[in-house]
């Protein structure tokens, strides 16, 4: 591995002249340090990650805290893009990703100690059970954390309108004809909550009466959930005209049980799903969804991060809200 004093002795220059000239101080010539850049990298010079944290006091590494009650993971179809984007926002600022666990070899670890052993400069939590005290250990700890669609007092938040994103689709079913409207919903959390009260709202906004039998709770991100709690809606004596289901993926589960009825999309009934990721757009017909957009979401959150730990003192708790569109679709019947 090349060193600092390898380029000093190519060079002809001491080690102190060669770290200025890698730091890109100005107490040096201009033509000396941009000898000293060419050299380095030439000869394929690397900084050494822990002495730059020794010198900088950070790592340039930021901690990812995700775990789905569906344990689908980064194929998760709506946080995988979300993380993504965050990673590129992160990159672009000059940090590393490193994900967040409760495992440090054989030891088993909060997730704030694995935060403090592997040194990470922050952490973005997303899709965790906010109400656990391990998580709420982390967030009133010393290490600068960004929330995504999860509110705390002390913590900036990142958060898909949820409310407005519920009203658009509802609106447009309602537009579109539709009375009797189901809604499967997700797991309780702020997120459910955010859209269910939106989902009864705007159902009172038109005056339309939410039937207690067509609101069923499911689970984000899985269609089995979905496919069986359709069965029970479609056995119903007055059953609903459109579904909406949790999510997108949630969606393929109603769809199939619709179609394996002997039932036609969008002709004997509609179906909506939620979040707009490319599969909505692949199936047939494609489907009526809100499109959120992940990639705005995690490009401010890893801003907001960053933010937060080069600039501590004018850095502000802030809530920020992204709203995202409609995507109308073919699975929405235009009622006569």
Known sequence: ????????????????????????????????????????????????????????????????????????????????????????????????????????GKDVLSYYEHSKYRGVDGVVAACVDFDADEVKELINGNIPVVTIDYVFDNRSCILSDNVYGMEELVTYIVRQGHRKIAYIHGADSSVTQNRLGSFFRTMK??????????????????????????????????????????????????????????LSIPDDISVAGYDGQRIAQVIEPKLTTYRQNAEEVGRIAAKKLVEMIEQPKSALIERVVVRGELVQGKSVLKCK
């Open 205 to 262: 906004k038109f005056d339309i009466e939410v039937r207690e039998e067509y609101i069923r709770e499911g689970v984000y991100h899985s269609p089995d959930v979905s496919a069986e709690l359709t069965n029970e809606l479609l056995a119903l004596q007055d059953r609903p005209t459109c579904i909406i289901y949790p999510d997108d993926f949630s969606c393929i589960g109603g769809i199939n049980v619709i179609e394996g009825q002997g």
């Open 1 to 104: 591995m090349v060193s600092m004093k390898d380029i000093s002795r190519r060079c002809n220059v001491s080690v102190a002249t060669v770290s200025k000239a890698l730091n890109n101080r100005g107490d040096i010539s201009r033509e000396t340090k941009e000898r000293i850049c060419q050299t380095a990298k030439k000869m394929g010079y690397l900084p050494n990650s822990s002495a730059r944290a020794l010198k900088t006091n950070r790592t340039y590494n930021l901690g990812v805290l995700f775990v789905d009650e569906a344990n689908s993971g980064l194929t998760h179809s709506y946080f995988s893009h979300v993380l993504d984007s965050f990673r590129l926002g992160a990159e672009e600022e000059g940090y590393d990703i490193t994900f967040i666990s409760k495992h440090a």
